[in-house]
């Protein structure tokens, strides 16, 4: 019934297997399935993390018990698993523990043939009253707690798949299967859900707060390396500039207005063909020579790399013939329609195999042959989920299995791709700007911004909890489109208020980026694809006045976002977190989804009302909070009323800390 393995223990009865293994510092894998269990299975997890103690294990008749660090693993006669607190005053509490979903069959784990050694996958946990559950990634839903949610573990523009999840009764629990799925938090149970895969692979762990807990998750997946100091500045951007000279211009207008400025950005259609991933020179003559301009005014040029290939471009017939596309179950090897230069429809287009380490080595030789040549070192890898039309990832085949297994992981294997790349061409520091992620993603250089999201005050809302979500799944670079992506009209006054509350917001976020397609908009097919002018100085004097103070304040504040990234970097803490990361102990700070931590000291409270001039604002119990637009200071653990007039940034201090945000 038991077997000692290393560092752990494995069960069998019936054609059932589970194996539990300590994994790094308080941490447990849990892998089951029937008859055996695989090793060559893609997920999140490598080797163990270095750094753990020895586990114990103890085997007594009819139970199992293994213990490492701050939790055990419990397995009864049936192979049922119990997770328990170890130490302290709380030793022997259960933290989660497996259900049956019924006495008889099934039991917690339930395997459903779906043919030829694949099944669709359940796995049961206990509900708990009070529980309260983070992370699982982004998503436009507008919850900051997920208990009661039922969420969909696919990939798509704005939603975006990370099966890390942070317990408020002291776990973090990983999915490690990038199977297509999904996870349901009711009141009678948790099961998570893989639609095709062959076996269950998760990993928990514990810890004194949800701080210790992020850092042991990081140690499990990897650090995100440090934030290069150029990116803690400001991204200038919209959809698209069109030239190198307008381009140009731009840069040279915050230059001589005297604003700072660290990356500019080139969108997509800068190409000849998609899937060609250079600069068409009939609009980008001379792009060597920009990267020069750019850099002597100290701005970095950011281009726009998408994964997909048309069938005009030069790349597809030698990426076909060696299998670096995407395969299909049915039909042509075709993923999505979109439109391409020189032609006057749609043209249906495939998408690059991430999974395949000959396809990542070829994007990546023809991304530095034509861009990386030139000084680029900064990517944005846009509609990386991928943007599948029709949104079927199972009938995808890639290099790594069946789309339904494995389809998640694409845009963290996309990431990898330049990240490895980057460094074996000599460079120290690698950012990626991406519409997806996936566990991992971070180690890979990985930003996420939260998609093609409308130009609203509801919106702006909604990334709030979104973007403390992406801060509870361990991806610590994380930004919004300042104002919305969907339109916007500069003449509109409540848009024009919108802007400047955006911006509020955005400054406290780890990377401040203004991007969006603006009134008016050209739906035609190219040379159309570009949208009004989205630069501080094009929403009138008013709001340039309030954006080019908020860029101030930002310019300010980048040693101390430095030193924050410095944390998020070594010790797996992202810069802007829930207010509970800091404050486990207070109740209300679980509750709080509507401000946040930027770092210790400063506490956000962004305005996402339209004509709100007063903001109410709970101050966590522990610290007190100083107002630095007035001088006043507030005791924590209670709720004011803060003044948020449209010239203010909605923020506070921790007393005594030295952070220049009034200057």
Not at 31 to 48: K, N, T, V
Not at 100 to 111: L, M, N, S, T
Not at 143 to 158: I, M, P, S, T
Request: net charge negative; aromatic share 12%; glycine share 12%.
């Amino acid at each position: 019934m038991f077997n000692e393995i290393e560092d752990g223990v494995e069960w069998r009865g019936g054609h059932q297997v589970v194996r539990v293994r300590a994994w790094g510092a308080d941490g447990l894998r849990v892998q089951a399935g029937l008859s055996a269990l695989r090793e060559d299975l893609p997920g999140a997890l490598d080797d163990p993390p270095a750094g753990g103690g020895k586990p114990r294990l103890t085997l007594d008749g009819d139970r199992a018990l293994l213990s490492n660090g701050a939790i055990a693993a419990e397995v009864d006669s049936s192979g049922m698993l119990r997770f328990l607190r170890t130490g302290g005053a709380g030793a022997g509490e259960e933290l989660l523990a497996e259900e049956r979903a019924h006495f008889w069959w099934p039991g917690p784990r339930a395997y459903s043939s779906t043919g030829n050694g694949y099944y669709r996958i359940e796995q049961r946990f206990r509900a708990y009253d009070g529980e309260r559950l983070f992370g699982l990634g982004q998503h436009t839903h507008g919850l900051f707690d997920h208990k009661g949610a039922v969420v969909d573990l696919v990939q798509r523009n704005a939603e975006v798949t990370v099966p890390f999840v942070v317990s408020s009764r002291g776990y973090g629990l990983l999915w490690n299967s990038p199977a297509v799925g999904r996870v349901e938090f009711a009141a009678n149970g948790t099961r998570w859900t893989s639609d095709s895969a062959r076996q269950i692979d998760y990993w928990i762990t514990a810890g004194p707060g949800p701080a210790a807990v992020l850092e042991r998750y990081a140690d499990a997946t990897g650090h995100a390396p440090m934030l290069p100091e150029f990116a803690s500045g400001f991204w200038q951007s919209k959809l698209r500039y069109k030239t190198q000279e307008e381009l140009l211009e731009v840069a040279r207008g915050y230059r001589d207005r005297g604003l700072p400025l660290s990356v500019i950005v080139a969108d997509f259609f800068h190409w000849t063909h998609l899937g060609d991933w250079r600069f068409d020179p009939a609009e980008w003559p001379d792009p060597a020579a920009m990267v020069a301009e750019l850099r002597e005014m100290g701005v970095e040029l950011m281009v726009s790399v998408w994964p997909s290939v048309s069938p005009l471009s030069e790349n597809y017939a030698p990426m076909m013939a060696a299998g670096h596309l995407v395969a299909t179950e049915q039909g042509p090897p075709v993923h999505a329609d979109w439109a391409d230069k020189g032609v006057d429809s749609h043209v249906q287009v495939s998408f690059y195999d991430p999974t395949h380490p000959g396809a990542r080595a070829y994007v990546w030789d023809r991304a530095r042959e034509n861009y990386h040549s030139l000084g680029i070192r900064v990517w944005w890898l846009d509609a990386c989920e991928p943007e599948l039309k029709p949104g079927h990832p199972g009938n995808l085949r890639y290099h790594a299995g069946p789309g339904e297994e494995v389809g998640n992981i694409y845009p963290r294997e996309n990431a990898r791709a330049f990240y490895e790349g980057m460094l074996a061409a000599g460079e120290e520091e690698v950012i990626t700007l991406c519409r997806s992620a996936w566990a991992g993603s971070q180690r890979y250089g990985a930003a996420l911004w939260s998609g093609d999201i409308a130009p609203t005050f509801a919106s702006l809302r909604a990334q709030v909890r979104a973007g403390l979500n992406v801060a509870m799944s361990g991806i610590p670079w994380w930004t919004t489109d300042v104002g919305g992506f969907h339109g916007g009209d500069q003449e509109d006054p409540e848009y024009r208020e919108l802007m400047v509350r955006w911006f509020q917001y955005g400054v406290f976020c780890p990377l401040l980026r203004l991007h969006g397609y603006r009134e008016p908009f050209s739906h035609a097919l190219y040379p159309g694809m570009s949208g009004g002018p989205n630069e501080v100085w094009s929403y009138g004097e008013e709001v340039y006045g309030r954006l080019r103070e908020l860029l101030l304040l930002r310019e300010r504040l980048r040693p101390y976002v430095m030193e924050q990234m410095r944390a998020a970097h070594e010790r797996g803490l992202p810069p802007m977190r829930p207010l509970f990361v800091d404050f486990p102990g207070d109740p209300r700070a679980w509750e709080e989804g509507d401000s946040f931590l930027f770092g210790p000291d400063l506490l956000v409270a962004p305005v996402t009302e339209y004509g709100a001039r007063l903001r109410r604002v709970y101050l966590p119990r522990g610290a007190d909070w100083t107002d630095p637009w007035t001088g006043r200071t507030h005791p924590g653990g209670a709720e004011i009323v803060l003044d948020a007039p449209l010239d203010r940034a909605p923020v506070l201090v921790r007393k005594g800390a030295q952070v220049p945000v009034a200057g």
